[in-house]
């Protein structure tokens, strides 16, 4: 069984592993974007593990639960002005040796452990409803019982002034922290909001959006034993990861999940017998596929395309009997409705064919 015990966790998988340790600080961070022009932080062979600690870019809510000294140190190194022109703070990214562009990159999460038992969800701006909440910005942060997997709400306040600074510390003796959601508990579902590879457009390209190299696709989904899939558009690939997550619904509605910083272990391989056109989700028993747009009925039809290709290359199916198996047994939601781009993911079983991969 694999722990994030760093002291035993190489004894667990074995000498002929290669294994990285990939801390989070000033140096190994980027915040906002991705960018083909950042110098990788890491290099790797096909086949390593890396150890990747992530660092959540709410952790300024609540300082005194979430700020620990590797956090405060990285958010007293980036000013603000550099925390362009998205929001998260991602580890990476990460040089993936022979790996060029039409390749296929396989990330497999195998272990997810909180750096601390805390998260924050904030009801933001770019909130689905937030008109209706007369434009009012509230914080609510989570704790976490990781026995039982359950979060409870620890408390609530109102974020001070307008949401304008990405990161902003806010002491707790500047609002009134009020209880909230009494009697409640929400399951756990740790999971990582933002891992992908770095597109092919050239500049700082924004963190929010998700897109074709993955990326914010906010899938709960992405969780401990699964398996993400992700076009190459760079030598390299390029692989950053983080703005990880201790639960989350369906559509995001309110702006963000319970976001946490997370330490992250995961194994990369270069694939060049898979492709992938965009981000593919492996779970036990299920493939999902993604589509992103700004127009939620292109989003849809965007994922329905990305699984009836997936469908009739992977299983060996006409078009139409693609298209009829999606119909009968593809199962679709909104992944997120608050990254710019709305995303929409679709689920087919494993157990309903086994493949006969064409040639």
Not at 35 to 46: G, M, R
Not at 84 to 91: A, D, I, Q, V, W
Not at 111 to 117: A, E, I, S, T, V
Not at 211 to 225: K, S, T
Request: a negative charge.
């Amino acid at each position: 069984m694999l722990t994030l015990d760093k002291k035993n966790l190489k004894a667990a998988i074995g000498k002929d592993t290669k294994l990285h340790y990939l801390p989070a600080n000033p140096a190994t961070v980027h915040w906002g974007y991705f960018s083909k022009d950042l110098p990788p932080v890491l290099e790797i062979n096909s086949g390593d593990l890396v150890y990747a600690e992530t660092i959540t870019h709410h952790a300024g809510y609540a300082p005194d639960l979430l700020l620990d000294d590797v956090s405060r140190e990285i958010y007293e190194s980036i000013p603000y002005e550099d925390r362009n022109p998205g929001s998260h703070l991602l580890t990476g990214p990460i040089y993936v040796k022979d790996a060029k562009p039409g390749d296929t990159l396989q990330v497999e999460i195998l272990k997810l452990k909180p750096r601390m038992p805390y998260g924050s969800n904030v009801l933001a701006p770019w909130g689905y409803l937030f008109k209706e909440f007369n434009e009012e910005t509230r914080v609510v942060i989570y704790e976490l019982d990781e026995e039982e997997q359950w979060l409870t709400a620890k408390f609530a306040y109102d974020y001070p002034g307008a949401y304008t600074v990405r990161g902003k510390i806010i002491e707790p003796d500047t609002v009134e922290r009020v209880p909230a959601l009494e009697n409640m508990q929400i399951p756990a579902r740790p999971h990582i909001g933002t891992l992908g590879v770095c597109p092919a457009e050239e500049g700082k390209i924004s963190t929010v959006p998700p897109g074709l190299h993955g990326g914010n696709v906010d899938n709960w989904r992405i969780a401990e034993g699964t398996t993400m899939y992700y076009p190459v558009f760079n030598d390299g690939a390029l692989l950053s990861i983080g703005d990880c997550h201790l639960a989350q619904g369906d559509s995001e509605i309110g702006g963000t999940a319970v976001e946490a910083s997370m330490d992250c272990l995961i194994r990369v391989t270069l694939r060049k017998d898979f492709s992938a056109k965009s981000p593919v989700l492996e779970t036990a028993s299920t493939w999902v596929a993604h589509g992103f747009d700004v127009d939620l009925n292109v989003a849809m039809r965007n994922a329905s395309n990305e699984m009836l290709n997936f469908v009739q290359n992977y299983y060996g199916l006409s078009r139409f009997d693609a298209y009829s198996f999606m119909s009968v047994a593809a199962d679709f939601g909104v992944t997120q409705v608050v990254d710019h781009k709305l995303g929409v993911h679709v689920t087919i079983p494993k157990q309903a064919l086994k493949p006969t991969r064409r040639s």
